[in-house]
């Protein structure tokens, strides 16, 4: 009998955050978060950053470029849904571009992408962002020290 009663109360709290997931993201950031499919680390990636944002959560970023574009992507966080949609989306803006174009992405294409993000949410949007370029000027530094 009480195993009924826990799987009751599992399910009705399932259904509750469901449903305030729903009221608080769009669409295209559950889908996102739930399944992101640029998660993970490249071994030796041609490109790496990584950055602390102000609230905690961090995110790696691994690229793999060849002659100027951008072939694979991949990030890792420890951040919440929001950040994980955020670093999911932004890897598929950026796979097969060049670098000059990941550059030119800003916070505001990348919350149109994901049809918008709750203000508490959005600084998500600049750790990113800000992790992209930290993994694209490491890259020119390298490049420049070659050079």
């Known amino acids: 009998?009480?195993?009924?009663?826990?799987?009751d109360m599992v399910k009705k709290?399932?259904?509750?955050?469901?449903?305030e997931?729903?009221?608080?993201?769009s669409p295209i950031v559950i889908k996102e978060y739930r399944n992101p499919t640029y998660f993970g680390m490249i071994e030796?990636?041609?490109?790496?950053?990584?950055?602390?944002g102000p609230c905690?959560?961090?995110?790696?970023?691994?690229?793999?470029?060849?002659?100027?574009?951008i072939q694979k992507a991949l990030f890792w966080t420890?951040?919440?849904g929001a950040t994980l949609a955020c670093g999911n989306m932004l890897m598929k803006m950026i796979v097969g571009k060049t670098i000059n174009h990941?550059?030119?992405?800003?916070?505001?294409?990348l919350l149109i992408a994901l049809n918008g993000?709750?203000?508490?949410?959005?600084?998500?949007?600049?750790?990113?962002?800000t992790t992209l370029n930290e993994s694209l000027n490491k890259l020119e530094e390298s490049q420049h020290k070659r050079e």
């Open 102 to 109: 990941a550059k030119t992405i800003s916070d505001e294409q």
């Open 21 to 25: 997931e729903e009221q608080m993201y």
């Open 44 to 52: 030796s990636p041609d490109a790496f950053g990584h950055i602390i």
């Open 78 to 80: 420890d951040g919440c």
């Open 13 to 19: 709290l399932q259904r509750k955050i469901k449903t």
């Open 56 to 69: 905690g959560d961090s995110m790696k970023i691994t690229l793999k470029i060849n002659k100027g574009i």
């Open 117 to 129: 993000l709750p203000v508490k949410h959005r600084h998500c949007a600049k750790l990113a962002l």
């Open 1 to 7: 009998m009480m195993d009924n009663d826990f799987n």
